[in-house]
Nanobody, 119 residues
């Protein structure tokens, strides 16, 4: 099992930036990719971005393309989400999750980190 701990959330003004981190521990060798998701108040959790450990292949939701960048540090077993040009609509609890192999669902969710963007 992979354990995940998110950090880096906070309060920021619209147009500002934040960088989230997700530290993985445990059976990290069994991880194929890591993803970031978010859940805004009263809404369902939605996909934000994902990156593979090998090769660093990335996918982004349309709503964050050009503003958010996902990256990873294999040596530290950590995945980052650099968020620029933040908007109030980006306000949510952000979660990271593990994909153990291609085609598997994301799981092993972290506890989440709250991001609030003020207008």
């Amino acid at each position: 099992q992979v354990q995940l701990v998110e950090s880096g959330g906070g309060l920021v003004q619209a147009g500002g930036s934040l960088r989230l981190a997700c530290a993985a521990s445990g059976r990290t060798f069994s991880s194929y990719a890591m993803g970031w998701f978010r859940q805004a108040p009263g809404k369902e959790r939605e996909f934000v971005a994902r990156i593979t450990w090998s090769g660093g292949s990335t996918i982004y939701a349309d709503s964050v393309k050009g503003r958010f960048t996902i990256s990873r540090d294999n040596a530290k077993n950590t995945v980052y989400l650099q968020m620029n040009s933040l908007k109030p609509d980006d306000t949510a609890v952000y979660y990271c999750a593990n994909k153990p192999f291609s085609g598997a669902p994301f799981g092993s969710w972290g506890q989440g980190t709250r991001v609030t963007v003020s207008s």
